[in-house]
């Protein structure tokens, strides 16, 4: 999918056993995955926008870096309607997102015309945490962070709807009109009182920068340093790449080998988002750095050609072109070059390509 191309959200969901699920008081079928993640609206402007002059030219420059905020790949609302005898909901929360933490409350329930019996915690990243049935230990807000997995329990009121709202927050920043996006809870097929189309997608708040990830702190393992059988073995790949650039994770099947990494074992093969949107640079750059002698800006956002035509950059990080010696290899200078021979000159980021 389109999600996975971009390197930054490919689930793993294991169910568990049918012990553990009714032990818990859990049906298989009211889970709720819940994948909140952000991504670019314009990816090829947003860190490379000299290269793709055609595809930027008629986007608003203050557009470039603009968001699109989803969950389960939608701005739209989930909606569940559980089964009359089911008493209780797991939802799994997990941030597939690469900059964006995420407010999960239901403290705004009751004014959207619900209500909220609080979330009891059963899992983070995987590890199962000691449940309480005291109800004041029941968890109203918490933040999932980056690559975060939180699995909890909702009490189930026929009579009314849940709402649980994933608010955007931000790493560097506090967030003006965050995006909002909701699970919505039914009672029932036959009851629910609240329309999605009249939950807001857009708070009039602002949210302050994302601190105290006190919810893990509260709380204990329930299998601490526990050995366990292992069952099954997968292999995975980081295939390198940045943000919004390069290759995603690949998944085999075993243990690393050169046998098992081949592509009868791969488990999920998609596209990389290089390939699926035909990127001219398997990595985009897009950082900045500082030229610790003269003080100017090091972007290695310029393009490849006249890269020294930009009036801030050209004297930041020049390096003599090089030369190509009599067997085919090349002599490649590390030293600034403020000679001013812009001819004979390449910009310090494609000077070895």
Not at 323 to 329: A, C
């Amino acid at each position: 999918g389109f999600g996975e191309a971009f390197g930054i959200k490919s689930a793993i969901v294991f169910q568990h056993s049918d012990k553990y699920l009714n032990a818990n008081g859990i049906n298989k079928t009211e889970d709720i995955i819940a994948v909140v993640e952000e991504s670019f609206v314009y990816p090829h402007c947003a860190y490379s926008r000299f290269w793709y002059t055609d595809e930027c030219s008629n986007i608003e420059t203050s557009k470039y870096g603009n968001l699109m905020l989803f969950i389960n790949g939608n701005e739209t609302s989930i909606e569940h309607f559980p089964q009359i005898t089911t008493s209780q909901v797991r939802i799994r929360f997990l941030n597939a997102g690469s900059e964006a933490a995420w407010k999960i409350t239901g403290t705004l329930s009751k004014s959207y015309g619900g209500q909220f019996p609080g979330m009891k915690i059963l899992a983070m990243d995987g590890n199962d945490v000691l449940m309480s049935s005291e109800k004041n230990d029941l968890e109203e807000t918490f933040i999932l962070g980056l690559a975060n997995r939180i699995d909890v329990l909702v009490q189930i009121n026929h009579t009314s709807d849940i709402v649980i709202t994933a608010i955007q927050m931000m790493h560097r920043d506090s967030v003006r009109f965050p995006a909002y996006r909701h699970i919505i809870i039914h009672g029932s097929k036959s009851f629910h009182n609240i329309n999605p189309s009249s939950l807001p997608n857009v708070g009039a708040v602002i949210v302050p920068i994302y601190s105290g990830f006190s919810v893990l702190s509260n709380y204990t393992a329930a299998h601490p340093l526990v050995e366990r059988k292992i069952t099954k073995s997968f292999s995975i790949v980081n295939r390198g790449g940045d943000q919004f650039g390069g290759f995603p994770l690949s998944i085999y099947n075993g243990v690393n080998t050169s046998t098992i990494l081949n592509e009868e074992n791969n488990l999920y093969p998609v596209h990389n988002y290089t390939q699926l949107n035909e990127l001219k640079f398997q990595l985009p750059p897009y950082k900045v750095y500082k030229h610790e002698v003269t003080g100017q800006i090091i972007s290695t956002r310029r393009p490849c050609s006249n890269c020294n035509s930009n009036i801030v950059m050209n004297s930041s990080g020049l390096r003599p072109i090089p030369i190509r010696n009599s067997d085919n290899t090349y002599d490649i200078s590390y030293q600034p070059d403020e000679s001013g021979d812009y001819k004979n000159q390449c910009c310090w980021e494609w000077c070895d390509v």
